[in-house]
């Protein structure tokens, strides 16, 4: 049995984002945002064609959710601001004072059980006037994320001094409007994702820079984004064709944003190379990757005061093997990801359990972009429906994968100061509904109170936040 301890004061949380939770969708005064939109379309674009109209009930059953977080010990808890809930049409023209009431009540009773909040800007949920006008895909977007940001600072900047702008980035971009399976279900292969990718990290470094002038010196906060990013191993560890695809793997996902923001200002060189090459194959004048000017460089270069890292999985990669008709992201980049058949599968088909994946991931980003300080925003593993509340294998996953982060902090000497379950509860997992579960605790969907009851893991977890240490057999 080995006993492995954690680094004085290391943050442990759990994760939420609004839609995913609070439920009361058009309850005192929130706006639409693009998610209400989107699974109110139907169309089996989710799973059973649920929807987070009620989700966990989070907006009035909140402090349930804090007897869940005092239960585990957490010393930090992520969640999400619902934009559309504060600004019900995005911009500040409007405020909905039930909304500012809400996250009130919720930052001072986290403070008052001695809990850090960490708050994200923006989880996937564009109010839906925005998307109206262009949503990411228009640059006006993020100078309206601008005002928001700083409304939020200016709201609950006197109490959260941790900030996430915007969370998952290239999910966000890539599978809301390049791929259209995420709202808001925007289809432009080759052309969306950049284009909304190109006005996030814009929004970001606005934001920071909001921060940065207009507050830091008062409220001495720290901001961020959340990046994820898979772990990328070449199939064949000898070929170098695989090498390459593994390369290019890492570049148009974790480095397409964290190039910009922790390196130059600019995108990978392979990005820029690779797309404006293919678009001018395909005839066009410039291309499909838009382009920043210096003066956004200097502006976007070093907008990040620490590392959030959301990780779930590795991939074995290899070049692209299917000729796809027409510009496409996943053309561009040119590579393909494949689980290794031997990797355990989780709940949710996507999600194979590769623990040692984050070891090697953590000292890459430490290695690649200047040992950051970073803090693990999420990890997680799902169970599939009907769960069981003695879920020993999940446990064994997240011990495997505590284990490695410790690796990463004493044999690799990563600075990593926090981990942050995915998620505190069963929530609506996007487009797998509550079809997918990967709550510590788990939520009674077909009770009208919701009622939360802790998996074995979330038992286990407490006594990992309680000692500060992993005790490992
Ligand atoms: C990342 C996203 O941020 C979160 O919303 C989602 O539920 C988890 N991954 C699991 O897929």
New binding site residues.
Partial sequence: MDRLTFPDSFAWGAST?AY?IEGGWDADGKGLNIWDTFTHQGGDRVFKNQTGDVACGSYTLWEEDLKCIKQLGLTHYRFSLSWSRLLPDGTTGFINQKGVDYYNKLIDSLLAMNVIPLVTLC??DTPQALEDQGGWNSEKTAEVFEQYAKFCYSTFGDRVKLWITI??PY?FAKLGYENGIFAPGKKEPGFGAYRSAHNMIKAHAKAWHAYNTFFKEKQKGLVSIAL?SDWAEPLDPNSVDDKDACDRYHKFRLHWFANPIFVDGDYPAIMKLKISRKSKAEGLTTSRLPEFSDEEKNMIKGTADFFCL?Y?TTRNVRPLSIKQSGPSFDSDMGAEGIKDPDWIESGVEWLAVVPWGLRKLLAYIKDTFGDPNIYIT?NGFAQSDPPVLQDTHRWGYFQETLAEVLKAIRQDEVKVKGYFA??LLDNF??NSGYGVR?GLFHVDFNQSNLPRTPYFSAIEYAKVVKGNELIYK
């Fill in positions: 984002a995913q989880h996937f969370n998952e999910v994820d959301n779930y999420e995915w998620s997992e996007w990967f």
